[in-house]
C-alpha cells in the first residue's frame, strides 16, 4: 500500500515566498547587527545577558505587537546589561497531536487549519515586529523543512525537549546560520542533549528541500535547560547551582565551541507554575554570582511572558492571555526585567 496522505495542494517554496513578502534592507542591516552582537554574547566577547522572552505562542498579531511595542521601551532601559530577542513562536508540538498548533496551522485560533495562509501570516507578523519595533526575534524549529520561510527575520532558534534526538533537526541546525538552543529531552537525559548539540557543531551532508547539502557546522549550537519530567509524568527542575556545574563539566569533556547555557525559566522548570519564573530567573542569577564558570556559562534566560497573566482556552477571548502554556503578564514581566538588570 502506497503512503495514505491526501495531497491538498503545492505550496509555494520559501523563496517564492520570500520573493512576495520581501526584507528590505534596512532590515537586513538591523538582523546582521543583531546577530553580530548576539554572537559577541555567546563567545564571551560581551558581557551583556540574553533574555529570550515573550508569549508561548504567538496567536495574535494585534496582541503580539502590542507586546513587542512595550518590551522594546524596557529593552531601552536596561540596554546596558540585557540584550532581549523576543519569543514569537508559530508553531507549537502537541503532545498527543491534538490542540492549537500555532499559528502556522491556524492563523485564526478558531478557525480551520490552513497551511498557505499561515506561512503568510507569521512571515508577515515576523515581518511588523522587525519593521515597527528594531527586533529580530526567536522561534522554534519544530519544521526544519519550514524554517527558511523565516529564515531571513530570525535571529534565534530553539529545538524543543521533544525533537532534539531527532536527526533532522540536529542536521538542519548545523546550518543554521544563527545560534540555535537545544533543548534537554523531556525526560533530562543531559548527554543526549549534549550530543545534539556536537551534532549541531559539526559539519554536515544530508538532503534538504529536495537538495543535498552540506553545513559548515553551528558553533553557536547551545544547551537550554528547561526541567525534565520522570516516568510518572512528574516535574523536576535543573536549572540549580549543581547541575549548572554537571553542565559545565559535561562540557569540558568534550571539544566544543562556545559553551553556553540558557535556562527556560517555564515548562518543567517551574511545573508550568507560571509566577514561579520570577524567582527561578532571580535564582539562576544568583548562582551566576556565585561562581565564574557558571556565570560564564549561563549567557541568559527564557521566559515565557504576554500582557495577561496565565492561561486560557482559544474561545475564552481574553486579549494578550496566553492559549497554550501560562505565561506572566505585562505588569510582573516589566518589573521581572528591571529587577534582573539591578542584579547583574
Known sequence: MDMQMEFIRKLPTPQ????????TLEMKKLKQARDEEIRDI?????DKFLLIIG??????????????????????QVADKIFIIPRVYTNKPRTIGKGYKGMLHQPDPLGEEDMLAGIIAIRHMHKRVVEETGFTCAEEMLYPQNHRYLSDLLSYVAVGARSVEN????????GAGIPVGMKNPTGGDLTVM????????ASQKFIYRGWEVKTPGNDFAHAILRGYVDENGKAYPNYHYET??????????????????????????????????IRIAKDVLHSRNCNDNIKNLVKGLMIESYLVDGCQKP???VYGKSITDPC??????EKLILELAEML
Not at 42 to 46: I, K, L, Q
Request: hydrophobic share 30%; glycine share 4%.
Open 167 to 174: 536527526q533532522e533537526h540536529r542536521l538542519v541546525a548545523s
Open 328 to 333: 506572566l503578564g505585562w505588569e510582573k514581566t
Open 315 to 317: 474561545e475564552d477571548g
Open 16 to 23: 517564492e515566498i520570500k520573493n512576495q513578502y520581501p526584507v
Open 55 to 76: 508569549p508561548c505562542s504567538a496567536d495574535n498579531e494585534d496582541a503580539v505587537l502590542d507586546y513587542m511595542h512595550r518590551l522594546r521601551k524596557v529593552q531601552d
Open 244 to 277: 549548572l556545574e554537571k553542565v559545565y563539566n559535561l562540557y569540558q569533556e568534550r571539544n566544543l565551541e562556545h559553551p553556553a547555557v540558557i535556562v527556560d525559566t517555564n515548562h518543567s522548570n517551574s511545573g508550568k507554575r507560571y509566577e514561579e519564573q
Open 42 to 46: 555567546f563567545a564571551g566577547r560581551s
Open 194 to 201: 549534549m550530543n545534539s548539540i556536537t551534532a549541531a557543531q
